[in-house]
């Protein structure tokens, strides 16, 4: 299976991820996991992403589409992935869909987007706490995820590959809405 997962910052979008990716035994594609490597090993690419991570801005689309691109290539991807943090542009959402198409790969399956109440989120990254975590800059970043987002949320809801997941209450609680989407298409592949 093939899916992508979108959600705001400060919506447990990452553990959920996780545990759907070892749900599905797909390979988990975090393109800031990825990027965050890269910059732990100084590699061309790190010192490039680095420039834009540090100032909080995103890396350009043809750099992350180029990480994609190397990364579904490897034969853990050939059964489906998660693309998780990716697509966040609709230059990078068309561009996956091309990449898919060159590649010989499946199409997507399912756009997951886990929604959670603004309040609810401030609350929660507040709580949280890290240095980066102050009002101002969560309401900016909150502000540049729905601008940027909301594109991609009406390409995928286009085409009828759209979602939208309550992402309140417990972890376990999510999962489970989560699967009462993901099931029926598993069902309907080993039947
Ligand atoms: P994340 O862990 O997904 O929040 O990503 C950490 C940082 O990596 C982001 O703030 C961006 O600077 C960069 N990044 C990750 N994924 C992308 C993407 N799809 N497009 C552009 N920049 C990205």
């Known amino acids: 299976m093939r899916i992508v997962f979108i959600g705001p910052p400060g919506a447990g979008k990452g553990t959920q991820a996780v545990r759907l990716a070892e749900y599905l035994e797909v390979p988990h594609l975090s393109t800031g996991e990825i990027l965050r490597e890269a910059q732990a090993q100084r590699t061309a690419l790190g010192d490039i992403a680095s420039q834009y991570i540090n100032d909080g801005r995103l890396v350009p689309d043809e750099i ?111 999962a489970g809405r989560i699967r009462t989407i993901v099931d029926p298409i598993l069902q309907s592949r080993s039947s």
């Open 64 to 174: 992350i589409v180029r990480v994609v691109a190397q990364r579904i290539e490897q034969p853990d991807c050939d059964q489906g992935c998660l693309f998780d943090g990716f697509p966040r542009t609709l230059p990078q959402a068309e561009s996956l869909d091309a990449l898919l198409a060159a590649q010989q790969q499946q199409p997507l399956d399912l756009v997951l987007n886990l929604t959670v109440d603004e309040e609810e989120l401030i609350r929660r990254l507040v709580q949280r706490g890290r240095v980066d975590d102050h009002l101002a800059a969560i309401q900016e970043r909150l502000a540049e995820f729905r601008s940027l987002t909301q594109p991609v949320l009406e390409y995928y809801q286009s085409r009828g590959l759209l979602h939208n997941i309550e992402g309140s209450g417990t972890p376990d609680a999510v």
